[in-house]
């Protein structure tokens, strides 16, 4: 698949280069250069989270950061219509030096608009679901709390009228990623998500549903994987164009659970092939003089309980409220509450045969892929589920953790977070903190909490920007610290 990306690049730089200097035109460039610190020599948590995995764990450190930014050309034709071809592209480079040394690329990506449609290649910042972009502490499937994957895809970004002349529109993608490091080498991601409006843009109430469809499927395990069931071991799992046919539409491998040919461990063949996982989302907009007014839902599936609504409690609820036409003072508040707690009920309780007992769902862990629901690290959704390796040494201190990966995820999480987002003269300022009661899992459980809380301040000069951040964890979940980042900006075309 490496292959196929650079092919695909390849020909679109070669395509749009053609085109001449234009290709080079109204492009939007940042530097930015900023020290790390903390006062425990770890990250504070909202300073790390939602932030595509750029920020490592350990302080000090010295970040520097540039970007280069072509957005579509959105001229209109003399007939006042939109042009229905464009393109664009974009670079984000970090360079982190101390005791972390790294050389990341967040987004390099080509993408192109035709209509309604666009395509894209490559790696690109993105959320998914239905929720608070700025103010949320993440949406629960896909969140940006990692890495961006390398991807190929095709969408609907913007909602679409389909019915009723705006009464329904829709948007949502299709697309074909690919994970290329842990346990598991080279195996893939589908992700598809559709998400529908009920209502047209000018009414004061609107509906909004749909779901999103993630699943890991594919690769070569770096170590025999061991069937559980049968004792066989399997060094390759299916990639054939009839497994990704069953990923794409989730039915199962084979009925019998006999097993493919290409060597699917016999739970897959009996399940579906690859780890399945999303969520589905509802959403209520209130348009009102002074305020927008979002309330959400995400409800989570990852293996059969919500069907049976056994995890109905489970899920993210949150509302948001923005001031219309404000220029000054607090502009946008958002308070959202979590809970993952339930996952169908206890494992020991499980019985497949009974509906109302398929629990110990164990959310974004699975054991075909062990690196869990994580990329480089870092928890793929919500960053409130954590993997092992983020919590204090000492709250799994004297537990047998052989068996768990470093990415195990601890998933049984209640938590509030509030954030407020303001402006005044020439400075912009965010807030915002959470509380987190962890559990663990039902497979390692724990009983601790944390407090979190981070400001934000960016001040706005007249070349250039000056930004601060200063956060603080408290409790026992993850190591106490005080810690900031201090920074310089850029921002030229």
Not at 25 to 41: C, H, Q
Not at 104 to 120: D, H, M, Q, S, T
Not at 144 to 154: C, T
Not at 349 to 377: H, V
């Amino acid at each position: 698949m490496h292959l196929v990306y650079k092919i695909i690049l390849l020909f679109f730089l070669t395509k749009f280069c053609a085109l001449g200097q234009s290709f080079f035109k109204k492009i939007n460039y940042e530097l930015e250069s900023g020290i790390y610190l903390s006062t425990s020599g770890k990250t504070p948590f909202l300073i790390h989270a939602n932030q595509y995995g750029i920020v490592p764990l350990e302080t000090p450190f010295i970040a520097l950061k540039g970007a280069a930014v072509k957005e579509y050309d959105s001229t209109y034709t003399s007939n006042n219509k939109l042009n229905r071809f464009s393109y664009g592209y974009g670079v984000n480079t970090i360079l982190n030096v101390g005791k972390a040394n790294q050389i990341l690329l967040p987004e390099a990506y080509f993408k192109i608009r035709y209509g309604v449609f666009e395509f894209y290649v490559g790696r690109r910042k993105e959320l998914v679901g239905l929720v608070d972009t700025t103010l949320s502490s993440g949406s629960y499937i896909w969140s940006g709390n990692a890495l961006p994957l390398p991807k190929i895809q095709l969408s609907i970004p913007n909602y679409t009228p389909i019915l009723g002349n705006g009464l329904i529109s829709i948007k949502g993608a299709f697309s074909h990623g690919l994970f290329d490091n842990g346990k598991v080498r080279n195996f893939y991601l589908h992700q598809k998500y559709l998400y529908a409006r009920l209502g047209k843009p000018n009414w004061k109430i609107k509906l909004y549903s749909g779901f999103s469809h993630q699943v890991q499927w594919g690769g070569q395990p770096v170590t025999p994987f061991i069937d559980n069931l049968t004792g066989d071991l399997i060094s390759r799992f299916p990639s054939d164009f009839n497994t990704y046919l069953k990923v794409v539409t989730g039915v199962s491998l084979n009925k019998n659970g006999e097993g493919l040919n290409t060597g699917s461990p016999k739970n897959e063949a009996w399940n579906r092939a690859g780890n399945h996982l999303g969520s589905i989302d509802l959403a209520t907009e209130f348009n009102l003089r002074n305020f927008d007014i979002l309330f959400y839902r995400q409800s989570i599936y990852d293996d059969g309980s919500l069907f049976y609504l056994n995890n109905i409690q489970d899920g993210l609820l949150g509302i948001s409220i923005k001031r219309k036409n404000a220029f000054k003072g607090i502009i946008r508040i958002n308070f959202e509450y979590l809970n993952t707690m339930n996952q169908g009920g206890r494992p020991e309780d499980r019985n497949d045969d009974i509906p109302q007992l398929r629990g110990g769902d164990n959310y974004f862990n699975n054991s075909i892929y062990p690196d869990s629901w994580t990329y480089r690290n870092n928890t793929i959704g919500t960053p409130l589920l954590s993997p092992i390796n983020f919590v204090d040494k000492n709250v799994l201190a004297n537990r047998n953790l052989e068996k768990y990966s470093s990415s195990y995820i601890l998933n049984r999480v209640e938590s509030y977070s509030f954030g407020i987002e303001g402006k005044g003269k020439n400075v912009e300022y965010c807030s915002k903190i959470v509380l987190i009661h962890n559990l663990g899992s039902y497979f390692l459980p724990i009983n601790d909490r944390a407090t979190t809380f981070l400001c934000k301040f960016k001040y706005n000069l007249l070349k250039f920007s000056i930004i601060t951040n200063i956060a603080v964890n408290e409790g026992k979940l993850f190591p106490y610290t005080l810690g900031g980042y201090l920074a310089i900006q850029r921002t030229f075309f």
